[in-house]
């Protein structure tokens, strides 16, 4: 059967956050711990340079970096772009010039925002800045507040060398992060979920091999042409195979043991998966008859449960395991 | 055909694209991709099965969803199990893999493939992820914003001023006229455009590439079977890819020193050779075509994004495999003897690649369709 073509499209907000924990080589530790102490190191190049800020390994040899030195707190713009809308995340909240700052001492250029209140006028390359420090600290790059301006002359502060030691070094960073999304599922899979809304499960057949995918994702794997023909499949089907589950996943609220098993849809050309429920854990095999149970307000079915039909022969499933 | 002493010859033989859009919101990734993949096998005559090595590019960040390439995979009947393989990086260096695979002898025949949906997320913010997550990340520094600090940069070197930067966006949209797979097409003239309020001061809107939705696909193949496949092959003379620091304030953003060494490796700068007629330049806001055009000494005897560019159409993951596809196709086409192509990955064009296509006048005047 073909249903309606759908002309709604689906989509629903997606939210991903991954907070990822991230070690610190010695020279990174060295130089966060130094923010928190309001202390700005840099490290040595292979070629004399004072990087800032600093880096394990050197940009242009890879050699292996050590040697610490101090730079200043003031520094020259070397260029800056105006942010009139700031994002989330970035270190102020009212309009800033973005800026690379060379420090005093430095010989590269370390990036962060200029709080500029007066405006992009007010900004221009070669301009004198200093560091505005966070009031608290944790040995991160947001320890600098943000940049803002300074009377100060061009220094010929020149860099000192710095142990980089300090009492309870900073040895890793939580580095948060969350992107929003918005989901669309898809042609195939917009008229799947249309039609689980009326309890109903639609495959798509490959024209070429006639295999009927559920759910569909508008493409034969096998064949890599578009499955258009939409198919009703099952309510009911057969257990191909299963599990019993015996850890309580968390935030499930299921007894265990419980059977989660693979089940093959009535015209359908590969299972999906759901759980089994309406017979004892123990008694659940390959080959069983099923149907689903819908809850009220279930967009997919709850579970299933044995139909009471004899079990199918295995002949009849043995390509869908 | 230039190709280097006792090298395989290696052609672009095939290539197809999507009509790029801001957002393709009723088509999944592979629904979006499909399409492409049937064109560029079809003009091939090759079935899936018939390719020898499989190779694409993509990025899960864009769109929000883990493992997409394999969801992708179901676009090109990966059954009997095929030779695969896949980049987290803009679908050129997929090609730069199936490329070296061929050199090497063990696949004869390759197919190239990449895509995008950015408009899922918020794309300035997305590539915020991509930076180093120590001094960058944690600043939320986005794409845009870091392009306008290498605008600024040129600006104050006297390399360009902000008349020849919206000259380049007015050019490259009239260009886009032609090109019907292009997003954007047209421009008013560029005292117009200079009227507008800054995006990202220097940047106005014309600086800044759309977002898009959209893929694109390529077949590479050796040899006899190239010029077996197609009349006139694109043959690759030529590619390399180079790095350079991440850190944006190590590097000098008036320069592009890793797209001189690559165009160097990839034979551009021959003594003898002519100067390419066309150039294909990944260049997504319009400073970066001036760094570009300096690193790879095009005067204007080239002409520079024919098809518009990356200011026409943005692709993310797809924009780089567009450029040597387009380049490919002026050739293949007769349209150049010689063309260009360049692809970029990173922040400010930390890393890029540049590809030489040649035709070897097979299939020449008279013959054109």
Known sequence: MNAAPSHKVLSAPLVVEFPFTRSLGPVQSAFLTGLRERTVLGVKASDGRTLVPPTEYDPVTAEELRDLVEVGRTGTVTTWSWNDRPRRGQPLRHPFAWVLVRLDGADTALLHALDAPEGPQAVNTGMRVRIRWAEHRSGAITDIACFEPDDSVPSTHRAQPHPGEFADPVTGIVAEARLDYTYTPGRAQTRYLDALTTRRTLGERCPRCHKVYVPPRGACPTCGVPTGEQVEVGPRGTVTTFCVVNIKAKGLDIEVPYVYAHIALDGAGLALHGRIAGIPYDQVRMGLRVEPVWTEGGRYPDHYRPTGEPDADYETYKELL | ?369
């Not at chain 2, 794309?123 to 870091?146: A, F, I, K, N």
């Not at chain 2, 902000?162 to 490259?172: D, Q, Y």
């Not at chain 2, 600086?207 to 694109?234: E, I, K, Q, S, Y």
């Open chain 2, 1 to 369: 055909m230039t190709s280097r002493a006792g090298r395989r010859e290696v052609a672009v033989v095939a290539f197809a694209q999507t009509e790029h859009v801001r957002a393709a919101d009723n088509l999944s990734e592979v629904e979006m991709l499909m399409p492409v993949l049937r064109e560029v096998l079809d003009s091939t005559g090759l079935a899936a099965g018939q390719i020898d090595f499989t190779c694409s590019g993509s990025c899960d960040y864009l769109a929000g969803r883990a493992f997409s390439f394999t969801m992708a995979l179901d676009g090109v009947g990966a059954w009997p199990p095929i030779s695969e393989s896949h980049v987290e990086m803009d679908g050129a260096w997929a090609l730069h893999e199936a490329w070296v695979k061929i050199l090497t002898g063990e696949a004869e025949t390759a197919l190239v493939y990449s895509y995008g949906e950015s408009s899922a997320g918020d794309l300035p913010e997305v590539l915020t992820r991509q930076l180093d997550p120590y001094y960058l990340g944690p600043l939320w520094p986005d794409s845009v914003s870091l392009a306008a600090l290498q605008a600024r940069a040129l600006l104050d070197a006297g390399e360009t001023d902000e008349r020849e930067l919206a000259g380049i966006a007015a050019r490259s949209r009239k260009a886009a006229e032609d090109n019907p797979h292009a997003q954007l097409s047209g421009s008013p003239g560029v005292d117009t455009l200079l009227e507008s309020d800054y995006l990202a001061r220097p940047l106005r809107p014309h600086d800044v590439p759309p977002v898009t939705d959209g893929a694109a696909a390529v077949v590479l193949a050796a040899g006899d079977t190239a010029r077996r496949l197609t009349r006139r092959p694109a043959w690759i003379s030529g590619m390399d890819h180079r790095i350079e620091a991440h850190s944006p304030g190590v590097r000098d953003l008036t320069d592009s020193p890793s797209t001189r060494l690559a165009a160097e490796r990839a034979g551009l700068f021959d003594a003898g050779s002519p100067p390419p007629e066309v150039a294909e330049l990944h260049a997504p806001f319009t400073a970066q075509e001036v760094v570009l055009r300096k690193a790879l000494r095009l005067d204007r005897s080239t002409a520079v994004n024919p098809s518009g560019g990356p200011l026409a159409a943005n692709p993310v993951m797809a924009a780089g495999l567009v450029r040597i596809g387009e380049a490919a196709a002026r050739v293949s086409r007769g349209e150049a003897r010689r063309a260009v192509a360049h692809a970029t990955s990173g922040p400010c064009l930390q890393q890029n690649l540049v590809a030489v296509l040649e035709s070897d006048g097979a299939g020449a005047e008279g013959e054109r369709p």
